[in-house]
């Protein structure tokens, strides 16, 4: 059976209340099926006041390097809003697949990445750089 969409896995996800109000505001804009992906990861969000969010988490606007658990293929990337998304500056949109599935997870969190061949890949979240990070 093929997998249409990323799933996070049971970990916690954590995210600036700040945050969350203004990506609720860009799913109110965008019906598209990201954008309810999205949502979904924000109604099972818990909540927190931005100076109370733990370094480890990934936010808006902070640089994440994760990692395929079977292999040592690292990926880093930056999560941005739509208007600000360049694969070429590796900058994804919140909107994308995998942009919603790692918002809010910490270091150690894991996500399951559906491949071109329908298998899944489970990546491993093992670094966050808040240093980029604009809405903190």
């Known amino acids: 059976e093929r997998i249409n969409s990323m799933n996070a ?11 969350a109000e203004k990506l609720q ?7 598209s099926p990201a954008a309810r ?10 909540l927190v006041d931005a100076k109370d969010l733990p370094d ?19 990926i880093s990337v930056s999560i941005v809003y739509p208007d600000k998304a360049d694969m070429s500056q590796n900058r994804i949109s919140i909107l994308s697949p ?16 559906p491949m071109p061949n329908g298998n899944l890949a489970r990546f491993v979240v093992i670094a966050v750089d808040q240093n980029t990070s604009q809405s903190r």
């Open 9 to 19: 896995s049971t970990h916690e996800i954590l995210l600036a209340a700040k945050d």
């Open 25 to 31: 505001e860009l799913i109110d804009k965008n019906g």
């Open 37 to 46: 992906s999205l949502e979904q990861e924000l109604l099972n969000a818990k």
């Open 56 to 74: 480890d988490v990934v936010t808006m606007n902070s640089l994440v390097t994760f990692r395929r658990a079977d292999s040592q293929l690292e």
């Open 98 to 113: 995998v942009g919603s599935a790692l918002i809010g997870l910490r270091i150690g969190g894991e996500i399951d990445w």
